[in-house]
Structures are given as C-alpha cells and as structure tokens.
C-alpha cells in the first residue's frame, strides 16, 4: 500500500509546499471479482494542473483514456469494469499521475471473493492435555482479500464457547493450537469461522472425544542390522515415542520397507507392541529402507485406536552376499542323486519365506536354525568341490 509520505517524495519540489497533491477516492477498496468500479482523483488547490492532464495506471499498465471522465476542472474519474481478482498480496496499484508522469495519488484495489466454508477439519492430541486442529480455505482457495479464520469449541451439552488463540498459516494450510484446560471423557464440538470484508462462512461441525485423536511422533533412533550371516534377514529397532511415558496408553507399531531401487513399499501389520522387529525373505545382497511409525492404544481403557503417527525418518541396510553368489555355484541338475531332497527342501524354504515375513516370532526360531544349517551345507559343499579339483 503506498504511503503518503512515499507519495511526496515522487511529485516535482515545486508541489512539496501543499499539504495534499491529489486525493483518489474510494481510497484501498474491497471489491468481489466481476465487479465495476469508478474512482476519481481531486487535485489539491493551488498547484496550477489541469484534471485534463492527468492520467491512470493500474499495476504500471496505461488505463484507456475513453475511461476517463473529467468531472471537474480539477477531478479525473475512470471506470473500470468487470474486474479480475487481485494479482499480488498487497492489492492493485490505481495511480494517478500528472501530465510528466510523476505521481500524485494512488489506491490499492483488493478485488477477490467471500470466503466459502473451511474444509478438512482435522484435530489430534500428543499427550491428550492439549489439542491441535488443522483446515484448508474451501473452494478454490484464497484471493487476496484477507480472510481471518477463528477456531471455536465448546462442550457438546454443555459450557461456553471459546476461541483458539495460537495460530499458524502454511501452503493454503491453517491451523491452530490449544495446549491445555482440556476435559477428558466429554465430546467437544469444533468448528473454524471465516470471515473477510466480502462475507463470512462456517465450517461444518466437528464432534471428537480427546481420547479419540491421541497421536504421537514417529519412532525415534530406528536402526537396521544384519542377523549374523543369515543372507536374507535384517533386524529393525526403534525407540519409543516420548508422549507414551507421560500418559497410560500402550502403542502398537507398523513397518514398511523396500528396495533401494524401488518406490513401492510393503508393509508389516503384526508388529505389535514390541520394539523390534526380524524381517524375513528378503533378498541376498540388497539394500532395505525401512520405516516405523506408531499408534497409541488402551489409553485410559479406551478399545478405540489413536491416530497414527508419520512415518519416521528411513534408516537403510544392506543383506549380506549370498555365498552361492560369491562361489557361483548353482543347484544341482535333474538327475543327481539329491535332486529330491533339495528340491523338497526349496519347498520349505519358500514356505518359511511366506510365513516368517511379519513379526509375530512364530518359527522363526525354526527358520533361523534351519537357514544356517543350509549355509553351513553348502560351504562344506563347496570345500568338497574345491579339494576334489585340486
């Protein structure tokens, strides 16, 4: 928005000893796109210019003089029809300017719409003593009229309506934070309110219980390691979230992890409460990223889940080389005499590999046992095939 002393400083020295150049009036109007508007410039008396003289701008492009009316010997107006919504946040620069070009008065056109009703009205909890909400402009979004949003709640059958006071604005995102004075046990009804010089609107009512949006931050310090020399496991480990030793709520955790190659991830559901995890039929000689996150349960009793937290930071490793990789040595052709129980043992191999994926402990005692016998056979193997050629 210009500034009168902005204004001065532009105008030939000669105009300095009036107190006023030129007035333009409405003066920072708001205006609904499609709009019309006519404003005029009033020259101050005394300073020897002609109405006729003078011309308009808007955002530093000529406006067409068959807009332009002079109305006095010493006021120009100009229309302007069917307006399009602001291109910049400060407005649209109308200016008017003297026969040289210096300028005399200017006015910043906020041309947008009323606001339509806030949507995706989301709230949730970290240590169920306060509540954060978040919500998006609805419709198409904001213009450059500014909308004010006020985040309201009260008890559902009962007390007084309040206000969110500390609030926060990102990419076509709000939010607001209230951290503490919260009842337990009692469902809240919550709603956002937008208003701005065009109009106002309300968004729907959001009805939650405190207990219902508990969440937490992702897992801490995940780590990922080989289990010895077993070519197809890696072992997952993480911290628990701190807000699970502030209140009396367990979590339940979820992993998922992929090839470094890849973008598609494949996720473990039966982790539980634990806080790690062995992850199963992976491939020899790979890198794995893996990630965690958690969702508080049985919180003061409750069977309702929380919500789930974001996933954390992914920590990566790789499988160790399969030593059938390294001698490039191959299973055995059709025919030799332990073709039957190899491929039998194939067999179980890939039927471990399908149910010892997840985290539930179930045969993986077995598995382990039976994965390094394996190994174990194929290095005494190969020994025998070397000492044979030498």
Not at 46 to 57: D, P, V, Y
Not at 219 to 231: D, H, I, K, T, Y
Request: aromatic share 8%; with cysteine.
């Amino acid at each position: 928005m210009f500034s009168f002393m902005f204004l001065l400083l532009l105008v030939p020295h000669e105009l300095l000893s009036s107190t006023h150049v030129a007035v333009i009036s409405p003066q920072d109007p708001v205006l609904p796109i499609g709009s019309s508007l006519t404003a005029t410039c009033t020259l101050a008396p005394g300073l020897g210019l002609q109405a006729g003289s003078l011309f308009w701008t808007l955002n530093g492009l000529s406006v067409c003089s068959s807009s332009y009316s002079v109305l006095s010997p010493d006021t120009l107006s100009v229309t302007l029809h069917n307006l399009n919504g602001s291109q910049q946040q400060s407005g649209d620069n109308l200016v008017c300017h003297g026969a040289d070009g210096h300028v005399l008065a200017g006015s910043c056109l906020y041309v947008g719409r009323p606001p339509e009703k806030p949507v995706n009205l989301t709230c949730w909890s970290r240590n169920t003593k306060d509540l954060s909400c978040g919500w998006s402009p609805g419709g198409r979004g904001e213009t450059h009229v500014r909308t004010k949003y006020t985040l309201k709640y009260k008890l559902r059958w009962y007390g007084r309506e309040k206000e969110c006071e500390i609030y926060s604005t990102g990419k076509q995102r709000y939010s607001c934070y209230i951290p503490r004075n919260l009842a337990l046990f009692t469902p809240y009804e919550i709603w956002v309110e937008a208003a701005n010089q065009l109009g106002s609107a309300t968004s729907d009512i959001t009805t939650l219980d405190i207990l219902d949006v508990v969440t937490t931050d992702p897992p801490a310090n995940v780590q990922v390691s080989r289990v010895g020399v077993l070519e197809d496991q890696l072992t997952v480990r993480w911290a628990s979230p701190p807000e699970l030793k502030d209140v009396l709520f367990q979590a339940k955790y979820q992993i998922r992890y992929r090839l470094e190659d890849s973008s598609e991830w494949k996720v473990v559901d039966d982790v539980g409460n634990q806080t790690s995890c062995r992850l199963a039929g992976l491939r020899p000689g790979t890198v794995y990223f893996v990630q965690v996150r958690c969702n508080p349960v049985g919180i003061y009793g409750s069977r309702k889940p929380g919500i789930w937290s974001d996933w954390s930071h992914p920590a990566a490793a790789s499988t160790p080389i399969s030593e059938r990789l390294q001698s490039g040595s191959c299973d055995p052709k059709p025919g030799e005499q332990n073709s039957t129980l190899r491929r039998e043992l194939k067999q179980f191999f890939g039927w471990v590999r399908k149910h010892a994926s997840g985290c539930s402990g179930m045969s993986i005692k077995l598995y382990d046992q039976w994965r390094v016998w394996l190994q174990k056979t194929h290095k005494t193997r190969n020994k025998i095939l070397q000492d044979d050629n030498s």
